[in-house]
């Protein structure tokens, strides 16, 4: 099997995405995730850009990494001074990493027109850079910034790039897709061609960096190590400026299952839906359920003919088993759905819906009937549960509402004002609380946290993340059947609950209320 | 140049994704965008599938559309019966669509093991189908499921199944990788072999339908026209099951911009931003930020280095004009973008916003600032165009409000019950009403209803026909901002407008005021 070396740089081009940051902590945290599932190396930042990227390099020397090295990010020297003089140089000799990557302008045009250098110039800066860097005793990889526009611009310059590189005495050349406009077929033919160009030259590592402007950054990379590329760069969750770098979430499993390249091996391939979720949670960016291999959709089915195909083949609609990734397959309940997905889902979700053929039928027409009054179970399987436990009576109630009232009060053009007040029932004890918010949702949200809160101190780590209404039937204007679905999060879990009815309020009251219970049998399964 | 036909199924296939729904009515609106917009053929369903996609059907009868075909999607005949004894043949038949597209199966495996059929008779299905719907005077397009999973498998049974179809008498084969698991290199290869293997039968159209379950679906299908393909199947925004399928707002502008393939004109790819909105809005479904072409981030340029080099030459960071698709660019300097998309609107709502150019960019600026906070103008025109008065000093008020008061309560599993109170001022009256609703927006609107009735009876033929409300930023639970988008209907007229606020109540009566002021002013330039 064929090595192909895994380089991730979310710590450095992933957080130049829109509304991305990560401190130098968080940094250090995402660092050993990506060190334990086995990425080969860590790109932590620019250190002679900000103050926070040289941070990051402080904190990760006191780290034993089992296996990454960590990268400083930098550019090559400026035009006219020698590199003992290049404060941008210094930092990065500075961070103390042991590889150090850095950047040269590839492209003419960028020569020309934005640095106003000279090509001979700019040649000198790749050369003396590389081998000054190197006299220091570090790895160093070169990463021919925009390689591809270059080489389509000028490409006998490009080369020349390249070559200054490896005189410098680097091995390891790094072909970038900066702007993200190469489709598969030319990056192919120009990674031909460059191999071909340096065929003479043994020993050089070929990297490839991608972004996503065309959405291709996942198929330019694979594309790459399939003409022989072996080093690839990429983020998690493909985060990155615009619209992404690659995704190595996809990357990695693509190359390690279907390609069989050694890359990454069995046990950490099962921890690439974990590490996703907790650089996501980390990035405070919502997951994407869409996302390839990890997200949660990844292996969802929805059609009552996939459903039964699944089950007698899972071959027959899925590409790759889920479990290899950490993922699962989901059934998702709908319109279509029928009495398959149902006790699929129930022994998914761990609700036994008995042996009895009858009682399931029962069970599934009364599941239906729910469906038809509008409830959507497949964006909500905390409710589905918790349906499924009071139809078969399994059902626990951790609390009882005895009654709320909410009133909202709006004075010409001051903000609406909302408060509530609830009144709950835990085993013999009567709650009575009051709050305000933000709205009459999050007003009874509040009140009924506060309720619960000095009972079940669990719920503290409980917040909702999501909050979507639609109106069912368009017909009837506001007096029309809204369906609410919330999504909750804790520390481990993400749940999402449903109500419906004509009623705002009473729709997301079922869908608050079930999120609270649905949290609260949760933290009943784990040992106390 | 030679001609790419573009296939949109987001009305069949891209409603399986996760939490899609469209009702009737949605598709309809959605498939006179995609028409405007120029795309060849709008699958709309799967008529024996379920009522409400021959619904659909049923009203797509009325449309006279400017290019587009429809087309109606369902299975070959099943096994051991003949074609006119077919219930789902029947409903595609009735559906009246001009294109019907019939998938069958390739993979020897889903002949063999799920559907427990002989490989001969899956052929005449697929012959005898396609002949049968041709006979009715149908323009039939194959659309082979699994074909490249099949082929992998088997590869002369894939073929039979391919000419079989053309022995049916179709000449449109469409090739799908179902499963989302074909790399680009094997999607080239294996068309290749069977554009090879039927070399002697002339005029076939190859089509390519692909999902990206690997992140390649936009990639395999771009190779896919690469080495011949004139037909692409995709989705708007890639919805579809599980990780979606091969996203039209990037494949087309690839197409059109970097292959220079005739498959969308200059000006309706300009259109693209604004039909992803559009449908995301109808999904209602957050747009990504990030997504290729079309995302609020695609050409976001976030470091300093990047900036100064877009202000010198764009092609420095820019893989492609954002205008062609009608995105801007955007940065940290203050920009100008979209002023004459402002502009353009305003004269098409009939709002004059004056000659001065100073004053002219103030009310740009102002409605960015908007934008930013949340107001999503594109899908609520009819409040973007009393901002637009207010701005320019146009806007005469039908109504004021002084204060309303709502009250929610709830006993035990008794429903909610709404009552509101509202106190208004038109001109020197003063009237104050109360009124009862399924819900506080409901009451509300009863309430103003009430309380406008008296002075305004044209109030009366007006009625809400849409409510949606989407939180803008998923991270602050109950907190976070909410938008609330109302549709409203009289006559005449479809308008529909916005609120944008921490609190759902005070964003829905920005909306709902919104549109009764609206409302009150369409009456105002009609003679009475």
Redesign the interface.
């Known amino acids: 099997m064929e090595k192909v070396q895994l380089y991730d740089t979310t710590l450095r081009d992933g957080m130049?995405?829109?509304?991305l940051f990560f401190s130098p902590e968080d940094k250090v945290k995402i660092a050993k995730r990506l060190d334990d599932a086995g990425i080969h190396y860590i790109e932590g930042g620019w250190p002679g850009s900000n103050p926070g990227a040289a941070h990051f390099f402080e904190l990760a020397k006191k780290i034993a990494f089992k296996q990454a090295k960590v990268a400083a990010f930098g550019a090559t020297r400026r035009p006219g001074i020698s590199c003992d003089k290049d404060g941008n140089l210094a930092a990065l000799i500075d961070s103390g990493a042991p590889v150090i990557t850095i950047f040269g302008k590839s492209w003419d045009?960028?020569v020309n027109?934005?640095m106003d250098n000279s090509l001979e110039e700019n040649l000198k800066m790749i050369r003396e850079s590389v081998a000054y860097l190197l006299d220091q005793g570090r790895e160093v990889m070169y990463d021919a910034e925009h390689f591809f526009?270059g080489y389509k611009a000028n490409p006998s310059y490009a080369l020349d790039t390249l070559e200054a590189a490896l005189d410098g005495g680097t091995r390891t050349l790094v072909l970038c897709d900066?702007?993200?406009?190469?489709?598969?077929?030319e990056i192919e033919e120009i990674i031909r061609s460059v191999m071909e160009h340096f065929k003479d030259r043994p020993g050089i590592c070929y990297g490839i960096h991608t972004h996503?402007?065309?959405?291709?950054?996942?198929?330019?990379a694979?594309?790459a190590v399939?003409v022989g590329a072996t080093l690839v760069q990429g983020t998690i969750n493909?985060y990155g400026?615009?619209?992404?770098n690659a995704?190595l979430t996809?990357i990695i499993p693509?190359l390690a299952v279907?390609?069989k390249k050694d890359c990454m091996s069995e046990d950490n391939l099962k921890k690439l839906l974990n590490l996703s979720r907790f650089v996501s949670e980390t990035a405070?960016m919502?997951p994407?359920?869409?996302?390839?291999?990890v997200?949660?959709?990844?292996?969802?089915?929805?059609?009552g003919v996939?459903v039964s195909?699944i089950m007698?083949?899972p071959?027959?609609?899925?590409?790759?088993d889920p479990v290899k990734v950490g993922n699962v397959r989901r059934v998702?309940v709908s319109?279509?759905s029928g009495k398959s997905n149902i006790i699929y889902k129930a022994e998914e979700l761990g609700v036994d819906l008995g042996d009895d053929a009858v009682k399931q039928r029962q069970i599934v027409a009364s599941i239906k009937d729910l469906e038809d009054d509008g409830f959507?179970f497949?964006?909500a399987e905390g409710s589905l549960k918790l349906i499924m436990e009071k139809l078969t009576e399994q059902y626990k109630s951790y609390f009882?509402?005895?009654?709320?009232?909410?009133?909202?009060?709006?004075?010409?053009?001051k903000?609406?004002y909302?408060h509530a007040m609830i009144k709950i029932r835990v085993g013999k004890t009567t709650e009575i609380t009051s709050a305000e918010?933000?709205?009459?949702?999050?007003a009874l949200?509040?009140a009924l946290r506060k309720a619960l809160s000095a009972m079940y101190p669990q719920i503290n780590d409980m917040?909702?993340?999501?909050?979507?209404?639609?109106?069912i039937d368009?017909?009837d204007?506001?007096?029309?059947k809204?369906r609410v679905?919330i999504?909750s999060r804790d520390t481990d879990n993400i749940f999402s609950t449903i109500g419906v009815?004509?009623?705002?309020?009473?729709a997301s009251?079922q869908a608050l209320s079930d999120s609270f219970q649905y949290k609260l049998s949760l933290e009943h399964q784990t040992p106390s």
Chains 1, 2 share one sequence.
């Open positions: 130049q995405g829109e509304n045009l960028h027109e934005i526009d900066t702007n993200g406009g190469s489709l598969p077929c996503n402007d065309c959405a291709m950054a996942v198929a330019n694979v594309n399939h493909g400026e615009r619209c992404g995704d996809a693509i279907k390609m405070n919502p994407v359920n869409s996302r390839p291999f997200g949660k959709s990844a292996f969802a089915h929805k059609g996939h195909a007698k083949n071959k027959a609609y899925e590409h790759m998702l319109e279509q959507e497949d964006a009882d509402l005895e009654s709320f009232r909410v009133v909202v009060e709006k004075d010409k053009e903000p609406c909302s918010g933000d709205g009459p949702v999050s949200d509040n917040h909702l993340v999501d909050f979507k209404v639609r109106v368009g017909s204007g506001t007096d029309a809204v679905l999504e009815s004509e009623d705002i309020i009473e009251w």
